[in-house]
């Protein structure tokens, strides 16, 4: 029993701890005196067949499901990874768009500031490969998580999310643009914060907001507020371009300033096009006929209800109204603290720091922006008002306080000990911001806004403005006129300032005094062509959109100059710029259209060197404003005689097509009163005698010196004169000839339809026997313009002098032998002969004449056959057979000369031929009887 | 021999025989001429079925014919200054004038001038009404043609000058002939150019509908009255006949002969100055330079007849043959009031001595309700209501409708005769 118990006893033995022992250890106590090491696993053993891997064997589900990992190493790994295998195999970007965007974007929100750069890299590089279409089904998720960052409580996450941002606006500005509700609410966040309902201090209306002031961030107050804006500015900017395009409203920055002035009249017809010629047919006329076009104006009354169905889109006045209520008085107070905060002094106001110029810039930039969010013209106008009506004197009272501001000369103030510190800021400004923003700019940007604020032509108003607009006045006015060189992205700017200025104060006095100063300006040498082109066509659009509106433009005597020297200067440029000379044209057609009498004098003077037919704009020119320059003549005051000398070289040196020198004959027939167009005009802009000298010399295609010095040449081209033809003949290029065959059949058209057609035909008889009877080498051309002149003009009851009709018969003689002894291109040969035909047939004296001409007893035995090939030819013209028929017996005689006097044994080809057509042609007349006769 | 439906009436610059002369449109055979002096380009015009205007070559007054007394002048109104252009609104209330750069707009009841309207900058060289007078087109040789509303011209509103409601500014050179189609402010509006092109524009938004491009300068321009043929009157004597209804995919035409409807008359060997085609389309009247009138039918492109005239051929026209013409002993309905030449009556001194009233719209009064296009929708409405009721409603309810809307009529007609007698008391009342 006992051993029992005592058995029992030691199984249960209880132990004494003791205070101050240590307490021994259980049985069952693990010992935990091993060591662990973790197993990393950096990369994959394994050579995966299933698909790229990186450079760690990891392939992109490993990669994708490490991003969830705990570990932000490991995650900024994962992303790192992404990026090496992403870039080495593009193609995969596309199957796992969806997942890796999912991913990437929830990490956004990271708390670790490395992962989320990573995560920033990585989309960088992710949008860069796709496209904006393809990233369109994602975009919901990527703002979503963007929107999240941005609103995070965490600062450093806010900063970040302003990176992605960046990101996004960089390659995906149309997509962002579409979130804009989401977002401006956010921007407005990240600087302020919502006032309490209760305070009581908000005027501003619904949701005053108070700028946030936060001590724990890493950079300064104005710092951040600087970089949101930026960020609010690009993403304005993204908005107003990535609006579909309306009608004539062109939202360019530079050059499309003023299309917005143009007024009611829009002349595009692109999507007019496109709605009637998209269904297929035609039926440009059934359609609008039915109905009218969508952009028809044409109201009986006006509409005086809005536009219909506002809708959330931020281009109605009153959706950025809302949006700018809460805006503007944030910005303003922003200004205010840039502007105070930094000197305090009031006579150095003016000097600005870097960094709060590149805010004000910042600021100025974004209440443009939030302008020109409206795209309609009428929307636009009320915005202005509004702003005017809300916020013209805080405006005037902050903005011009100290209006042409400078940049404060930072190191000298400071000592160098704060030097160091000053560099760092600047660096981070610059990272920030962008770069350093010129005074300029700033200033330019600040005219800019102010100026739309000004209204347009009522008295009161005007008297209103009138202390801030001079301020405005003087600046721009310096700034022009003081001899710099403006950039052109600077100037673009001063000029939508003048404009806007010389539109709205209606005053000569102002416009003579902003227009001088863009004047000098434009006349300082050496400008870029950029800045030439932009100072051009501020002008020719000043000139040609408001001058009807604006007596005040229209009577200032800046413009007046300065169209007066538009002339002078196309001679100057000559064909150095085409794309400027065309800018020029484009400006002095128009104004020579209207009758500018500036202009016109202008023109007349240098007339003869702008149609120089060597160097003249009308040759050197492309052939657009040659063109143009050709329809400018028709506004000419009048033609002198030198002038129509050179016009009639420029005609038929062929340096203008033969269209373009058809249209200036015709211009210069139009112009004469002996074309009977021109209706009563007191002022005889050709005279009769230059007009008949100028159709004349285009007829003949060659001055008289020209004529003369070719008499004494003996080049190759020249063809002696023999019996066949006694003229020798000088043969022009087949280029050129065709060119002065077009020209000579405009020149007949236009005497042919002269009132007087003997008198017509006795001047231009007077003239060829005059000038080019008395020649012995005579070009084709001239010959063959000549034969083709005389018959067309020729009027049936007048009676051509002999010694004209001796010219013509030496003339025809000799054509017809030279093109059977040279090689001629068929248009040429077609020509030729058609002219000596028609001459032939309608003047039968001159086929007489040539048939005397023919003595086969001094021909040599080579000429016979060319002989023959000319009578052959005349015996098939069928329109000459009667005439020849009058000839027969001359005919006859000839045939048997030459029968007779060619002593070949065999009878050649030609002989055949030539007697074949004479039998054939006088059979049905005499019966063969004259065939008896030969033999 | 019963009255003609249409006739031609054609003027020369030389005047020897006759100033203008009017003639049969099938054989060519003259029935009246009228006397007296020569008729300038484009300043032809019969106002009001009752009058012939004439403004006379080179010199500064219009020669009034009442149309059924040919040999006498009726009268000579004298102008500001040499008139280029002379147009009579169809109605037969306005005449419109191009004198050099400005266009005078007069009232024919009263002979007021009622607006001068400078905003061209050469001379006038046409202007067209359009067919319900409610628009007119002037274009001139500073290459726009501008298209004005005749209400808002003609606006009593002394501090804003009128402005065309379009510019039509794609011409290079002077426009040379202008040509309005039928349907009022919807018309289409044909302008030819030295400039080698003749365009067709939309009265209603000043957009250009077609541009041909031909190879010389095209100096008259007109449609036939359905809009299937743009006929074109070139610099060289041929008249283009441009087909509207081909199926070419390209705004600008080049201008080829083909065989679908792009043809050419051939036969005049000058300047074609003047184009009409007669109301059922298938004649076409010319007027050239080479003094001769010739009349084409449209469809085999043969002419018909020529007449001979002794100088340039300034107008030629087929109008519809006015009731009075060829009634000896007629009288115009209205006599013509004496023309003012200036702007405000009361500086001419002798304002009173008509006696007459002039009524002018204000411009905040001025009482058009609708736009043309909701007028249109709801008569296509009504129509379409209508004809609802006339098919589907059964007899009894049409007549009682009938009936009702008959009370209406009556009701509203003595309302208005009512509101008739009391304006004409208001504005009769002594004093």
């Not at chain 1, 050496?526 to 604006?550: G, K």
């Amino acid at each position: 029993m006992k051993t029992k118990k005592q058995k029992r006893q030691g199984d249960f033995q209880k132990i004494q701890l003791k205070v101050g022992k240590k307490k021994p250890k259980a049985d069952n106590a693990t010992n935990v005196n091993f060591r662990s090491k973790a197993i990393h696993l950096p990369e994959q053993l394994k050579h995966a067949d299933s698909g790229p891997t990186t450079h760690r064997q990891l392939d992109i589900k490993d990669l994708l499901s490490k991003l969830h990992h705990i570990n932000s190493n490991i995650k900024q790994g994962a992303l790192v990874g992404l990026r090496e295998l992403l870039s080495a195999q593009p193609t995969l970007i596309e199957l796992h768009a969806s997942a890796v965007l999912s991913e990437v974007a929830a990490l956004f929100t990271d708390k670790d500031g490395s992962v989320r750069a990573a995560a920033v890299r990585l989309l960088r590089f992710i949008a860069q490969c796709i496209s904006a279409e393809r990233v369109a089904p994602f975009f919901p998720l990527l703002s979503a998580h963007l929107t999240c960052a941005m609103t995070h409580i965490s600062e450093a996450i806010q900063e970040d999310a302003l990176r992605v941002l960046d990101v996004l606006l960089e390659h995906y500005p149309g997509l962002l643009s579409q979130r804009h509700t989401v977002l401006l609410t956010n921007f407005l966040e990240l600087i302020s914060q919502k006032r309490k309902a209760g305070t009581g201090q908000d005027k501003s209306g619904k949701g005053g907001f108070a700028l946030t002031i936060s001590t724990n961030r890493s950079v300064t107050a104005q710092q951040w507020r600087l970089t949101v804006l930026l960020r609010l500015g690009s993403f304005l900017q993204a908005v107003v371009e990535e609006r579909p395009l309306e009608e004539g409203v062109t939202s360019m920055i530079g050059l499309g300033m003023w299309a917005g002035e143009k007024g009611s009249v829009t002349s595009v017809d692109v999507s007019w096009e496109e709605h009637v010629f998209g269904k297929g047919r035609i039926q440009v006329f059934e359609n609008s006929g039915a109905v009218p076009t969508p952009h028809s104006t044409y109201r009986l009354r006006p509409d005086s209800k809005a536009v219909a169905g506002m809708n959330k889109e931020l281009c109605s006045a009153e959706t950025v109204q809302g949006f700018a209520g809460t805006l503007v008085p944030l910005m303003l107070e922003i200004w205010v603290e840039a502007a105070g905060g930094d000197r305090v002094q009031t006579d150095s106001g003016h000097l600005l720091s870097a960094e709060a110029m590149a805010l004000m810039f910042q600021i100025l930039t974004i209440l443009q922006l939030l302008r020109r969010l409206t795209p309609q013209r009428d929307q636009q106008d009320i915005l202005d008002a509004w702003f005017r009506n809300s916020y013209l004197t805080d405006f005037k009272h902050h903005f011009m306080k100290n209006f042409p501001y400078g940049l404060l000369e930072v190191a000298r103030h400071r000592k160098k000990a704060d030097g160091k510190r000053i560099r760092q800021q600047q660096v981070a400004t610059g990272t920030v911001a962008g770069g350093n923003v010129e005074p300029l700019a700033l200033n330019v940007t600040l005219c800019q806004v102010m100026v739309t604020l000004s209204l347009r032509g009522q008295d009161h108003v005007e008297a209103e403005d009138a202390d801030w607009l001079g301020t405005i006045r003087v600046f721009i006015r310096e700034t022009l006129s003081n001899g710099g060189k403006l950039s052109s992205k600077h100037l673009a700017a001063l000029l939508e300032v003048v404009w806007r200025m010389i539109v709205t104060q209606r005053s000569r006095v102002v416009t003579d005094d902003l227009l001088q100063a863009v004047y000098v300006q434009y006349q300082q040498r050496n400008l870029a062509v950029s800045v030439r082109t932009l100072l051009l066509h501020f002008f020719s659009q000043l000139y040609i959109q408001e001058h009807q509106n604006h007596p005040h433009i229209a009577r200032s005597r800046i413009l007046a100059r300065w169209l007066a020297s538009l002339p002078v200067q196309l001679v100057q440029l000559c064909s150095r710029n085409p794309q400027l000379s065309a800018q020029l044209l484009e400006t002095i057609h128009p104004a020579a259209a209207r009758g500018n009498k500036d202009l016109l004098q202008s023109l007349q003077k240098n007339a003869c060197s702008i149609y120089d037919p060597q160097e003249g704009s009308v040759v050197v020119l492309p052939v657009e404003s040659q063109k143009r320059l050709v329809q400018i003549l028709h506004f000419l005051p009048t033609f002198p005689a030198e002038l129509l000398a050179c016009l009639s070289q420029v005609c038929n040196t062929g340096r203008v097509s033969a269209s373009l020198a058809t249209m200036l004959i015709r211009t210069i027939h139009l112009r004469s009163p002996l074309s009977g167009w021109s209706s009563s005009s007191q002022d005889v802009p050709v005279k009769d005698v230059d007009y008949l000298s100028f159709f004349f010399t285009t007829l003949t295609g060659f001055s008289s010196e020209m004529l003369q010095a070719l008499q004494d040449t003996d080049e190759d081209g020249l063809m002696p004169s023999s019996t066949l033809s006694p003229l020798s003949v000088f043969t022009t290029t087949l280029e050129q000839f065709l060119h002065h065959w077009d020209v000579v059949e405009e020149v007949c058209h236009c005497l042919d339809t002269l009132g007087s057609r003997a008198q017509c035909f006795d001047v231009i008889q007077n003239a060829i026997i005059k000038n080019l009877c008395g020649l012995v080498v005579v070009p084709d051309c001239v010959c063959a313009a000549i034969l083709r002149c005389v018959p067309r003009l020729l009027d049936v009851n007048f009676l051509p002098s002999d010694t004209l009709l001796h010219f013509l018969s030496d003339c025809c003689l000799s054509m017809l032998s030279l093109l059977l002894q040279l090689e001629q291109s068929a248009r040429k040969r077609d020509a030729v002969w058609e002219a000596c035909f028609a001459a032939m047939s309608t003047v039968p004296r001159l086929l007489r004449l040539v048939l005397q001409s023919l003595h086969v007893g001094d021909l040599c035995e080579e000429e016979l056959p060319v002989l023959a090939q000319i009578l052959s030819l005349l015996l098939q013209h069928t329109q000459l057979r009667n005439h020849m028929m009058a000839n027969a017996s001359l005919l006859q005689h000839i045939i048997q000369d030459l029968t007779h006097f060619y002593g070949g044994e065999t009878r050649e080809q030609w002989l055949t031929d030539l007697l074949y057509c004479y039998s054939v042609t006088l059979s049905g007349h005499r019966a063969n009887m004259g065939m008896r006769d030969i033999y | 021999m019963s009255a003609p439906v249409e006739v031609v009436l054609s003027a020369d610059s030389a005047g020897q025989l006759f100033n203008c002369a009017v003639f049969d449109p099938h054989s060519g055979s003259e029935f009246l001429s009228y006397r007296g002096g020569n008729t300038s380009s484009r300043s032809l015009t019969v106002l009001n079925g009752e009058y012939i205007l004439g403004a006379q070559l080179g010199k500064n007054f219009i020669n009034v014919w009442e149309i059924q007394r040919k040999d006498q002048l009726q009268q000579k109104i004298v102008c500001p200054g040499i008139v280029t252009c002379l147009c009579a609104s169809p109605d037969g209330l306005y005449v419109l004038a191009g004198i050099a750069e400005a266009i005078y707009l007069w009232e024919m009841s009263t002979g007021n001038l009622l607006a001068i309207l400078s905003r061209h900058y050469q001379d006038v060289s046409c202007i067209r009404f359009t067919d319900d007078s409610s628009h007119f087109v002037s274009g001139g040789k500073d290459n726009l043609a501008l298209i004005w509303n005749l209400s808002s011209v003609v606006q009593l509103d002394s501090s804003r000058t009128p402005e065309p409601c379009h510019i039509l500014s794609r011409h290079s050179l002077p426009i040379t002939d202008i040509h309005c189609g039928l349907m009022g402010p919807q018309a289409r509006v044909a302008t030819a150019s030295l400039d080698q092109t003749v365009k067709v524009w939309e009265v209603s938004s000043g957009e250009m509908l077609l541009s041909v491009l031909f190879d010389v300068g095209i100096m008259s321009v007109t449609f036939d009255p359905c809009e299937y043929f743009l006929f074109c009157g070139g610099s060289d004597g041929n008249i283009f006949q441009v087909s509207l209804c081909s199926t070419s995919l390209s705004r600008d035409k080049t201008f080829q002969t083909d065989s679908d409807g792009n043809q050419v008359f051939k036969g005049h060997r000058n300047l074609v100055t003047c184009l009409s085609v007669s109301m059922d389309g298938t004649l076409l009247l010319s007027g050239s330079n080479d003094e001769t009138v010739r009349m084409w039918d449209v469809q085999s492109k043969q002419c018909i007849w020529s007449i001979n005239h002794k100088g340039h051929v300034t107008n030629a026209v087929i109008i519809p043959a006015p009731a009075n013409m060829f009634l000896a002993d007629s009288h115009p309905a209205v006599p013509l009031p004496r023309f003012s030449r200036h702007l405000n009556p009361s500086e001419q001194g002798d304002g009173t001595g008509s006696g007459g009233m002039c009524l002018r719209l204000g411009a905040s009064t001025q009482v058009t309700s609708e736009t043309s296009l909701k007028v249109l929708e709801r008569c296509d409405d009504k129509c379409g209501s209508v004809l609802c009721q006339s098919v589907f409603g059964d007899g009894e309810n049409t007549k009682v409708r009938v009936s009702e809307l008959e009370e209406e009529v009556k009701t509203l007609k003595k309302i208005n005769k009512d509101l008739y007698e009391f304006s004409t008391q208001l504005l009769t009342k002594p004093n």
